[in-house]
């Protein structure tokens, strides 16, 4: 059955931290409800301890789905989790993490009426626990915007409402610490840039990253890994022309 919104949210061994994640995932989903959308929930979990899983389970509520892989990888637990989804919009968030409570409603709001290339990030990532910073998310379409940057840097997080048709269109690449190869929310944006999606900012908006020592990120940095080559890894793509002509 079709709905609006599709909430993933994806859990590891975050233990007792993943409760705090999951009550503001029901409060961000009771939040859209109240407000007229339908929404499905879909709680989706990689490898996980024995704790994540139990409290996983006991926040479980009307969630259509309860799934359990064994990949030890985030991009192939998202498109495998999206697979499923019936949301015409599918919104992210990890078992770490906080949503605002109005953020899936600021986001749907945003998109009403937008065209189906466009994907909506907070304004603010507010960074918290092994740091206090703020992450400010760069509209593509605005002056702060440059293609060449995206190649070095990454622009955005990948906790975003996004139509799910585009994640079918550009699934997420493997991840492969051991090989030399992550970021693959990175490559996505890439990816997706290169392909004439444009990546949003909801204004007046923020959403709560819990930085750990051990994070991905954070493991995928120390052992100097790499993102895979995409369509924006080459400077011969339409999109530097572009960017020279309007610069």
């Known amino acids: 059955m079709s709905c609006d919104l599709t909430c993933?949210?994806?859990g590891h061994r975050e233990g007792r931290l993943?409760?705090?994640s999951l009550r503001s995932f029901w409060a961000a989903i009771d939040a859209a409800r109240a407000a007229g959308h339908a929404v499905e929930a879909r709680l989706v979990l990689d490898r996980p301890n024995p704790l994540t899983h139990a409290v996983f389970e006991a926040?479980?509520?009307d969630a259509v789905a309860f799934e359990a892989y064994d990949h030890g990888d985030q991009g192939k637990v998202r498109n495998e989790a999206v697979a499923k989804a019936n949301g015409r919009y599918t919104a992210f968030l990890d078992?770490?993490?906080l949503w605002s409570e109005d953020w899936l409603v600021q986001a749907l709001d945003f998109l009403d009426g937008a065209p189906e290339t466009h994907i909506a990030h907070p304004a603010y990532n507010y960074f918290f626990e092994q740091q206090a910073t703020i992450f400010c998310h760069v509209d593509q379409e605005s002056d702060a915007f440059r293609p060449d940057l995206l190649r070095i840097a990454n622009y955005w997080d990948a906790l975003c409402v996004c139509p799910t048709a585009i994640y079918h269109e550009i699934p997420f690449c493997d991840r492969d610490i051991e090989a030399g190869y992550a970021y693959e929310d990175w490559v996505w944006n890439c990816e997706t840039v290169a392909a004439g999606k444009f990546h949003k900012v909801v204004p007046e908006s923020v959403l709560f990253k819990r930085r750990q020592n051990n994070s991905q990120t954070i493991r995928?940095?120390?052992?100097?890994?790499l993102g895979r080559r995409n369509p924006l890894t080459d400077y011969t793509h339409p999109i530097y022309e572009r960017s020279a002509t309007e610069g």
């Open 8 to 10: 993933i949210i994806t």
């Open 18 to 20: 993943a409760v705090a």
């Open 59 to 61: 926040h479980r509520k």
């Open 95 to 97: 078992a770490d993490d």
């Open 220 to 225: 995928a940095s120390a052992s100097k890994s």
